[in-house]
């Protein structure tokens, strides 16, 4: 996706293989859980889930070539040492290339036992190697879903209604048929969680005829038999919802009993994916094997729905990956891969079918809305002493049931998770409530980078902010008197140093957040002023990222960059809105993307210690949208509680 796993992986490989990455060749995978095991690009996993793994095959693979030397040499193996593809013998400095031991080395039992290197000895992982795939997308050679091409390939688009789960009731494709080029005009589906998505699928010999068949094509729809919805009633369901939650009476006690207390609501709108190329894929589906090609984020997941789905053993899909203009989890799902290879099996051909940009931000799935009802209690000495989060959304795993469930239960106190908060305000906080309730509507919704943290986020750390200015108190002082751990200590302490905190003035403003998922941690620190017609922009963001071990700085600055970038989109210029069961937004010039002119200077930072490998592409974006938020009430003295809003509308 760009996220630098095409990068990352084989780094690690190679650092305890002993090879240089010079003379490693990078491949995509297909499929094959037997073989390669999970292959996801998705959840911020790729480093974290694989360090442990891919060190030690390096680790084994090495001394399975040493051993294989040593026997050559007919010498002790501890008198060899492996460097740059090749196995050395200490005393005479003869060299044997991995490739002449290859052979011998892989018929060797692999060691149960290796001794991986010490972080001081690395020559690779944790320094900054130029991408392999860097030179490919700028020369052209990269091969993305939409460069891909079968011999005999077609092309297909789809007719989709604008309105959640409306069903074809007939069509007129007349005018279509005369488009030089057509071939097929015919009803398909896709499955969206528990439902099917239905549209008319123009299939013709190149993209273009099967456009300009599908502009002339007229569908008839049936409509929903529920109440369309939109974004008025959406907001109105989610703000009743909240005064559903019940208080927990312990807390409730508790928070009573507090010396100052606050309540806030803390708003946030549906987002599309809006990936830079859209959604396409290619399948040749015959009568008992399919294949795919295109930008897939979980090749084994589509894999196994393929199967399940079409009747067809496991090991007869194959699932081939391609480079992705951007995934943010809208590509690990699996509805327009079995929207190809339907096609596919229908017209007997190879088929690349094609989401045009409409397409792309109409459908969805999208990432829900979500509004917050937060309370805060301190005590005498102005800590908290009791602290609240109620959530009203659409919840994701609502969306695998086929009928609507029960009323949801509020969770219990003390009880639960909430993605984006700190870990240790759980042991700081003397008494916390996280509940919840879910909104219920056709609007599909999923995933969206770094999930519920990218709502959550704000709405915490907005209000933890809130309740520092309550105390009295500097706001990286108050968060750090409630997080208990040396890590986040040390991660306010190099904050503070970096935006030199207690000597930065009251103008401009500055604000801090702090969040935490995918066992990544990242603060963002933003600095606010009026420029000379009195506008508010933004001047500067430091972001501290502490992700533990890691692999490649700069694959982690530009991770952050692009999460920075992503997360000001979400704040300040775009959000999905609804009108009568339908996606308003239908192309960039009503979801406007942050152009380069709008991007502040960014700075990156890189906590050094020797914590766990964490997540790193969804970790970098949640704190972004408070801390711009938390310095436009330090300079303003305004608090922005509801999302997106308009730089230029601060007074």
């Known amino acids: 996706m760009g996220q630098g796993t095409f990068q990352a992986l084989p780094q690690m490989l190679a650092e305890e293989l002993e090879v240089r990455l010079d003379d490693v060749e990078i491949l995509f995978a297909p499929a094959n859980p037997e073989k390669y095991g999970p292959q996801p690009q998705e959840g911020s996993f790729s480093v974290r889930g694989w360090a442990p793994r891919l060190l030690r095959t390096g680790a084994c693979a090495r001394e399975m070539l040493i051993e294989a030397a040593a026997t050559e040499w007919n010498i002790p193996r501890h008198d060899c040492y492996a460097e740059n593809g090749t196995v050395i013998n200490r ?9 002449a031991l290859a052979e011998k080395a892989s018929k060797l039992k692999p060691p149960t036992e290796v001794i991986l290197k010490k972080r001081a000895d690395y020559k690779i992982i944790g320094k900054p190697a130029p ?31 604008r309105r959640f789960r409306e069903t074809v009731k007939g069509f007129d494709d007349s005018e279509t048929r005369k488009i030089p080029g057509v071939s097929h005009v015919f009803k398909v589906k896709r499955p969206v ?56 009476p312990k807390f409730e006690t508790e928070y009573n009993h507090c010396a100052q207390k606050l309540e806030a609501v803390y708003e946030t709108p549906y987002q599309s994916h809006s990936c830079m190329e859209p959604l396409n894929c290619i399948a040749d589906a015959r009568a008992d094997s399919i294949e795919i090609w295109g930008p897939i984020q979980e090749a084994n997941w589509i894999q196994a729905d393929l199967s399940q789905r079409f009747n067809i053993p496991i090991d007869h899909v194959a699932v081939h990956m391609t480079f992705l203009g951007g995934g943010f989890g809208r590509k690990a799902f699996p509805d327009y891969p079995y929207e190809a290879a339907l096609i596919s099996k229908e017209i007997q051909a190879p088929i690349q079918v094609v989401w045009t940009r409409e397409d792309d931000m109409t459908a969805g799935p999208f990432r829900p809305g979500a509004f917050y009802a937060l309370k805060g209690g301190l005590n005498a000495d102005g800590g908290i002493h009791a602290f609240q989060a109620n959530t009203a959304t659409q919840w994701i795993g609502q969306e695998w049931s086929p009928t609507p469930p029960g009323p949801p239960d509020a969770a219990g106190y003390n009880t639960g998770d ?45 209000f933890i902010d809130e309740l520092a200015h309550l105390a009295g108190k500097d706001p990286l002082v108050f968060r750090r008197q409630h997080l208990p751990s040396p890590r986040y200590q040390a991660l306010i302490d190099r904050m503070a ?3 030199q905190w207690q000597s930065r003035g009251k103008n401009p403003g500055w604000g801090v957040a702090f969040t935490e998922c995918f066992t990544g941690i990242c603060g963002h620190a933003v600095k606010v002023a009026r420029n000379a017609e009195g506008k508010i922009r933004i001047e500067k963001v430091i972001a501290l990222m502490d992700c533990g071990w890691y692999v490649n700085p700069d694959i982690i600055r530009a991770q952050v960059e692009g999460s920075i970038v992503m997360a000001l989109g979400a704040a300040t210029t775009h959000a999905t809105t609804f009108e009568d069961g339908r996606a308003a937004q239908q192309n960039f010039d009503t979801y406007p993307m942050p152009r380069i002119a709008d991007i502040p200077p960014i700075e990156v930072h890189i906590m050094e210690n020797d914590e766990k490998p964490g997540g790193v592409g ?34």
């Not at 569908?219 to 927990?248: A, H, Y």
């Not at 700081?428 to 990218?454: D, E, K, L, Q």
């Open 418 to 462: 909430f993605e984006g908060l700190l870990h240790p305000y759980r042991q700081g906080i003397p008494h916390y409530s996280f509940g919840g309730v879910g909104t219920h509507s056709p609007i599909p919704v999923m995933w969206w980078r770094s999930v519920s943290a990218s709502t959550q986020g704000f709405a915490c750390e907005s």
């Open 618 to 651: 969804e970790p970098g974006l949640p704190p972004f949208a408070p801390a711009l938020a938390n310095a436009i009430f330090d300079l303003t003295g305004q608090r922005v509680r509801r999302l997106p809003f308009s730089l230029d509308g601060i007074s």
């Open 497 to 499: 140093e970096l935006t």
């Open 91 to 99: 005393a005479t400095q003869t060299k044997l290339t991995y490739g």
């Open 193 to 248: 969680f528990s439902q099917y998505c239905e549209g008319v699928a123009v299939v013709a010999d190149s993209l273009w005829a099967a456009m300009q068949g599908r502009k002339v094509l007229k569908v008839n729809w049936n409509e929903p038999d529920f109440e369309c919805p939109d974004t008025t009633s959406l907001e109105k369901q989610m703000r009743e919802n909240l005064q559903k939650i019940g208080g927990q």
């Open 131 to 161: 991408r392999k795939d860097i030179p490919l997308k700028t020369n052209g050679s990269a091969i993305f879903g939409l460069d891909k091409k079968l011999p005999g390939m077609k092309y297909a688009v789809i007719e989709r209604s």
